[in-house]
């Protein structure tokens, strides 16, 4: 069993609309939590990020973080064509931050 | 400024080939990973400098893999006797030292025939 398991859809959604994307972990010593975007033959870009659990907002993204559950979750709002990319969680141990830990990632399409 | 750059973007290489790849982190960052992306699949991590020191290599598969940034600056992952199932993207990240956020290049790809 993999450590960070996501969905790899693809989630195909109409422009506008609310998105979620979802994580499960099983490594309880995993405190950072990350959120990157990966456009097609590109490396990965950095969304967000959260240390420990609750939300943080950056614009139409919002990240959550359940330790309780060990599930995270990103929120997109008003989903742009732009969106449309393969996004991915990260994750990593407090005290040992050199090491993330990805999900497969999850290819969303949104359409105009 | 310029970010991580990853040379070359592409390469093809017969079974039993050795190949390296050159990461030239961003200028200043003193920590420098690498990580191997397959078809579908998230990275997954291979290795970690701090400047010149590799201070893990838990994420290499196998001793044919080896890595080294000599300057604390540009690293090179080296594969020696390439295999089919080393087909994977190569991406390489840097970043300040104790930051979390980590830039990564565009990576290459390699297909091994």
């Known amino acids: 069993q993999k450590e960070v398991e996501q969905d790899p859809g693809p989630l195909s959604v109409p422009e506008g609309a609310i998105v979620s994307l979802n994580c499960t972990y099983s490594n309880s010593a995993f405190q950072y939590f990350m959120w990157y975007r990966q456009y097609s033959r590109k490396g990965p870009e950095l969304l967000m990020y959260t240390y420990s659990s609750g939300n943080k907002e950056d614009g139409r993204f919002t990240a959550q973080v359940d330790k309780s559950s060990k599930y995270i979750s990103l929120f997109i709002r008003d989903s742009q064509p732009s969106d449309s990319a393969t996004y991915l969680c990260a994750m990593s141990a407090h005290g040992n931050f050199n090491k993330f830990y990805f999900g497969s990632g999850t290819k969303l399409n949104v359409k105009p | ?113």
Not at chain 2, 41 to 47: K, S, Y
């Open chain 2, 1 to 113: 400024g310029a970010g991580v750059s990853q040379s070359p973007r592409y390469k093809v290489a017969k079974r039993g080939q050795d190949v390296a790849l050159r990461c030239d982190p961003i200028s200043g960052h003193v920590s420098l990973f690498w990580y191997q992306q397959a078809l579908g699949q998230g990275p997954e991590f291979l290795t970690y400098f701090q400047n010149e020191a590799q201070l893990d290599k838990s994420g290499l598969p196998s001793d044919r893999f080896f890595a080294e940034r000599p300057e604390g600056s540009v690293s090179t992952l080296k594969i020696q006797r390439t295999q089919q199932e080393d087909s994977a993207v190569y991406l390489c990240a840097s970043r300040l030292d104790r930051e979390i956020v980590c830039h990564f290049g565009p990576g290459t790809r390699l297909t091994v025939t």
